[in-house]
Every structure is written in structure tokens, then in C-alpha cells.
């Protein structure tokens, strides 16, 4: 249930979502974790266990930094943090029910997020630009060329080489992959990586600049329009990417309002706040709230 206090900005937000003529999201982690991609507590400890208790790892975050002695033990965890937080759908619906509120809007949608969450909801792909990667690619670790290589079969035989029984969800029991499964550039011969924005060996692969180029195409094709830059779990480890230009064109662009809906990180220049709606609750709950108003 939403707090009082919040009612208001949750009637404006609705009136800001039907006079919007486009919408162009920009999403950050909050949004994946309100729809339950949490990296502890359960999820955590049902998939990682035995390195916690070998490691003293306490989050899927901190183990993926972990200095492991051997690529065999390196992609036991990756294999199963890239299926569980790429390959699973999100245990809410929370992506599907946003999708439902702006799918007969024109929009795009731009993200830090590399889970791929809004594919699978339904957004269309061409509306999408995932500007630090997807867990579902992987890349040359040095990288000697700049393609990427969809790592999903690769990745379920990885995982189920860990289990003892076949059923991939019946628990894994060893800490590593064989030899024949870790993945090495056929080029240059050095290892794979995760196609994730880590340091400067990350690729921009053609799919990346194709995306980049629809969705600076797309802002200016639409800016004399009714565009609603719809902020959602955004913070401030990379702000230059969404939150720092959706204030930026806010500020510009005669019609265009800015909706920020976090648990924090609400803060907005005091330029735009005639045309701002900051939120500071829940995003779930206050997508489910407006999508239920909207069915």
C-alpha cells in the first residue's frame, strides 16, 4: 500500500502518463531489484552456498570479484550467476506490468542493467539500448576483436555439469566446470569474458552502436513532442548515462517533464522541479498501482 503522503504524485504521475505523447524510460538496478533480483539472502544462499562457505562470500556482487586459482572454479560461479540473473525470469512480474502502461505509447527505453528484463517482458528489441552489456554475451577477454558470442547453451551445460542429477534446478554440488567447457577466444586463444561494463576491455560490439544510434535518432526525432522521461531505480554510480541527461533535456526541451520513482537517490536541480514528479517509495508498488488503474 502506498504511503499518504505519496497520493498526489501518484495522481500526477497518471494525468503525466496520458498526456505523454512519448515516454522514454531510463532504467537503473532499483528496478530489477523491486522486481526481485536480489543478489542476497535467498537467492543468494540457494545458489551459492558452498562458496560462501568456502570463501565467506556473502552476495552474488562480492563473488563475482572473487580472485578464483582456476577458470574451472571461475565459470562454476559465473555459469550459475548468468543463468539465474539472465535465463530465469525475475520472480515479479513487475517488468510485464510496465510494459502493459506504455506499450500503446511511442517509447524507448534506456538501461544500465544487464539481466535483459524488458526483452523478455515484451518490449520490442529495437526500443532497447543496454549500454553496459548483457549477461547473455560473451566477449575476448583482451578483447582482440569486437564481437560478442550468445553464451546460452554454453552456459546450461556448464551449469548442469556442476549437478550430480540431471534436473539443472536440483542442486549443484560441485564448484566447477570441466576443462572442455571453459570458453576461449577462437581467434586469439585467450579466455572469455562476460560482456559487461567492468573496465576498458568492454566491447561495443555493432549491436551496440546500432542501438546507440535508434535511441539518439529516436530523442531527436521527438523532442518538440510531449516526451515524459520516466526515471525508475536509477542511483549515482554512473549518473552521466540517464539520470544527469533526462535532467539535462528535461531542462531544454519546452514539453518535456521528468518522473524520477526510486527509494532514493530522488533528489532533482531545482531548473526542472516545475516539471519533475519525484517519487520516493517503492517502484513496484507504485507500477502496480498505476497499472491497475490503467487496465
Not at 157 to 180: A, H, R, T, W
Amino acid at each position: 500500500m502506498l504511503l499518504l503522503y505519496n497520493t498526489n504524485k501518484i495522481e500526477q504521475l497518471q494525468q503525466a502518463l496520458k498526456q505523454a505523447e512519448v515516454i522514454v524510460i531510463g532504467a537503473g538496478a532499483g528496478l530489477s531489484s523491486a522486481a526481485g533480483y536480489n543478489y542476497t539472502g535467498e537467492r543468494f544462499q540457494k545458489w551459492f552456498k558452498d562458496f560462501e562457505n568456502k570463501y565467506h562470500i556473502k552476495d552474488m556482487y562480492t563473488g563475482g570479484f572473487y580472485p578464483y586459482t582456476t577458470l574451472n572454479e571461475y565459470w562454476a560461479y559465473w555459469s550459475r550467476y548468468i543463468y539465474i540473473n539472465r535465463y530465469v525470469d525475475a520472480p515479479k512480474s513487475l517488468y510485464n506490468t510496465l510494459y502493459n502502461i506504455i506499450k500503446n505509447k511511442d517509447y524507448f527505453v534506456i538501461t544500465t542493467n544487464v539481466d535483459h528484463c524488458f526483452q523478455k517482458a515484451g518490449f520490442d528489441k529495437k526500443r532497447l539500448f543496454y549500454t553496459q552489456g548483457d549477461y547473455g554475451l560473451l566477449q575476448c577477454s583482451v578483447p582482440c576483436h569486437t564481437h560478442t558470442y550468445d553464451n546460452k547453451e554454453m552456459i546450461l551445460k556448464m551449469l548442469e555439469s556442476q549437478c550430480y542429477q540431471k534436473e539443472i534446478d536440483s542442486g549443484i554440488n560441485k564448484m566447477f566446470v570441466p576443462d572442455e567447457l571453459i570458453p576461449y577466444c577462437k581467434i586469439c586463444g585467450k579466455p572469455m569474458s562476460m560482456n559487461l561494463r567492468a573496465d576498458d576491455t568492454f566491447v561495443q560490439d555493432s549491436g551496440w552502436y546500432q542501438s546507440l544510434e535508434r535511441y539518439q535518432t529516436f530523442l531527436k526525432n521527438h523532442k518538440n513532442k510531449n516526451v515524459l522521461f520516466l526515471e525508475l531505480g536509477v542511483g549515482y554510480n554512473t549518473p552521466s548515462i540517464i539520470k544527469y541527461p533526462f535532467w539535462k533535456m528535461t531542462n531544454e526541451w519546452k514539453k518535456a517533464k521528468y518522473v524520477c520513482i526510486n527509494q532514493s537517490d530522488t533528489l532533482i536541480p531545482k531548473q526542472i522541479q516545475k516539471k519533475a514528479i519525484c517519487i520516493n517509495d517503492d517502484i513496484e508498488t507504485v507500477i502496480n498501482q498505476i497499472g491497475g488503474t490503467n487496465e
